[in-house]
Each structure stands twice: as C-alpha cells, then as structure tokens.
C-alpha cells in the first residue's frame, strides 16, 4: 500500500511558487546576470523575454518550473520586469505559441546544467540516499523508493 507523506494541498503548495519571497531570495536568485541575460532570446517579443527570464530564475529558485508562471508573486514579475524594461502585465502574452515555454525550458535547463537522470545516476543517487538515511537514528525520516539492484 503507497504511503501518501503529504496531503492533497500540500502537495498543491509545493508545486507552485511561494506566496510571498523575502527579499534577499528575490535579490539572489531573481537577479539577472550578464550571462543570464545573454541566453534571452533578443529575437523574441517582449512578453517572451519576460517569459523566459522567470523560467529561468524559477529553475534556479526552486528546482522546477511551475505550470502557471501567473502565479508568481508579483515582486517577482516586477523585478524581473524592471530588468528586462517591461511591463510586468506583458507576461500574460507569454507563451501564445504552444512551443515556446518548452524551446524556452530547454534551453534553460541546458544553459543552467541540468540533464536528464539515468539508470546510472539513480543508482548512484539512491546509494548515496539510503546511505545518508542509515547516518540517523531513523532512516525513515528519509524515505527512498529503491529500484531493482539495490
């Protein structure tokens, strides 16, 4: 029987972006780099280089980009918005042509490092989990779905 470790709305919570961002993780990792800004596609429209530029810094915040980017909170859309000298209203444009979140994320996930796992890497990955579990009175406090070989 699966073990569900959080309700319906946490789960909800997590997959989106936070209600309200201190300041200090707006300025770390909402702050565009000269390297960052040279990934942004100039060719594109302005609501796409807004689009962009919060993937990218969502990526980078939190791992994983959530489906709707509307969510941000507005400090967030506002300080990348002054950066890029946009609107903030302009990202609701973002992503008219289906491809573009995606030919977006790509790029972002290759610029920023990021690769798809494989097998190899999951067993490696979950070698070094069950070992850091196995550091506490409880390796329960870490759970890890382990595959086949280990």
């Known amino acids: ?3 569900q470790f959080f309700t319906d709305a946490e789960r909800q919570r997590l997959n989106n972006f936070p209600l309200e961002i201190q ?19 100039t060719y594109s429209s302005i609501h796409n280089r807004l689009g962009f530029a919060l993937q990218l810094c969502a990526l980078r915040f939190m ?11 507005p400090a967030i859309i506002d300080y990348l918005a002054r950066q890029l000298g ?5 990202l609701a444009e973002y992503g008219s042509r289906s491809q573009t979140r995606t030919e977006h994320l790509r790029m972002i996930m290759q610029y920023l490092g990021f690769r798809r796992g494989s097998e190899e890497y999951f067993h ?13 009175d409880k390796p329960s ?6 595959s086949k070989g280990c």
């Open 141 to 146: 406090l870490l759970p890890c779905m382990i």
């Open 1 to 3: 029987m699966p073990i």
């Open 86 to 90: 946009a609107s903030s209203d302009t």
């Open 124 to 136: 490696e990955f979950s070698t070094w989990l069950v070992s850091r579990a196995l550091e506490h």
């Open 23 to 41: 300041y200090q993780d707006l300025a770390t990792f909402f702050t565009l780099s000269e390297s960052d800004k040279a990934q942004i596609p």
């Open 63 to 73: 791992g994983f980009v959530p489906d709707d980017l509307l969510d941000a909170p």
